[in-house]
């Protein structure tokens, strides 16, 4: 029993993104008010509070798009969390390795560089990647 949904029943192109885009910027949320809640509260150096941050934003990232933006429920759940983990060790360097670039190089602040990579890193790599790899 294969777990891919007939091209009819899925969502179209268009929709699948405005969904994602919705996911996106619930976890981004998730993400944010942790990365600043160990960064502000906690006192944790702002690299590991990014990577902190960003874990909790792709574990809600994986259990909304799989469950509602990308409505693959009956896919293989861990061939599908094993993609998105591969998937997000990449996004996990690129938003970490990101603030630190842009803090380190151009003195931005700590949010204003979190948002600046967050955006980059969420519509240019993330989208494409879950639809066409993670969740197809």
Do not use: C
């Not at 944010?32 to 792709?58: C, K, R």
């Not at 409505?71 to 861990?78: A, D, E, Q, S, T």
């Not at 842009?102 to 560089?113: A, G, L, P």
Request: net charge positive; charged share 15%; hydrophobic share 50%.
């Amino acid at each position: 029993m294969h777990s891919y949904k007939p091209v009819s029943e899925r969502p179209s192109l268009r929709q699948t993104f405005i969904r994602a885009q919705l996911v996106s910027l619930i976890a981004t949320g998730v993400d944010f008010m942790f990365s600043l809640i160990f960064y502000h509260l906690f006192d944790i150096y702002y690299v590991f509070a990014t990577s902190l941050g960003s874990l909790t934003g792709a574990i809600t990232s994986f259990i909304l798009g799989r469950n509602w933006a990308f409505l693959n429920r009956h896919g293989h759940i861990r061939r599908q969390a094993m993609r998105f983990l591969l998937t997000n060790a990449f996004s996990l360097f690129a938003n970490t390795t990101g603030v630190f670039f842009f803090k380190e190089n151009f003195d931005i602040s700590f949010f204003t560089s979190r948002l600046i990579v967050a955006i980059i890193v969420g519509v240019f790599f993330n989208f494409s990647l879950n639809r066409y790899f993670v969740f197809r």
